[in-house]
């Protein structure tokens, strides 16, 4: 960590202030970044653009546009289309899951959450390159089309 620049940004959007805070806690506990938030995801959509974080933290429910919309919106995006997106969302079914990485996430975790498995995430996601992302996408939409 020898110039300021290597400080990665990290955006926090969640409507649940209280899970942003631990969000924040769990992020700096490990890591080094610097983080900023949003309370829901059109707000977050402007944080996007105004911050230009190295790497999204969404939640699913939220008021005015929810996660998966969200991610479609970033995903769909030439200026944005290849931020690291995770989800974290307190829905755990099967089809939850596909639908966030369908939508484009890079990861999708469960709540609650762990330090560890979160900040994992985050070092896993930055590391993707475009062609990577590009690549599972469509592997994804390869095996749900398979299973339908």
Do not use: W
């Not at 631990?22 to 959509?45: E, F, P, R, T, W």
């Not at 105004?50 to 929810?66: F, H, L, N, S, Y």
């Not at 900040?119 to 592997?139: C, G, M």
């Amino acid at each position: 960590m020898s110039s300021v620049n290597a400080i990665k940004k990290v955006l926090v959007i969640d409507d649940n202030p209280t899970i942003v805070e631990l969000i924040k806690y769990a992020v700096n506990l490990q890591g080094s970044y610097q983080v900023v938030v949003a309370y829901d995801g059109v707000q977050g959509l402007e944080r996007v653009f105004t911050e230009q974080p190295d790497c999204v933290i969404i939640d699913v429910k939220m008021p005015r546009m929810d996660g998966y919309q969200l991610v479609r919106c970033l995903r769909g995006d030439s200026r944005t289309a290849n931020i690291p997106l995770i989800i974290l969302s307190a829905m755990t079914r099967e089809e939850d899951h596909m639908t966030g990485l369908l939508s484009g996430a890079d990861e999708y975790l469960t709540k609650p959450f762990k330090p560890t498995a979160l900040n994992a995430a985050i070092e896993n996601v930055l590391r993707l390159t475009p062609a990577e992302r590009q690549r599972r996408t469509d592997s994804l939409v390869q095996s749900q089309s398979e299973r339908d």
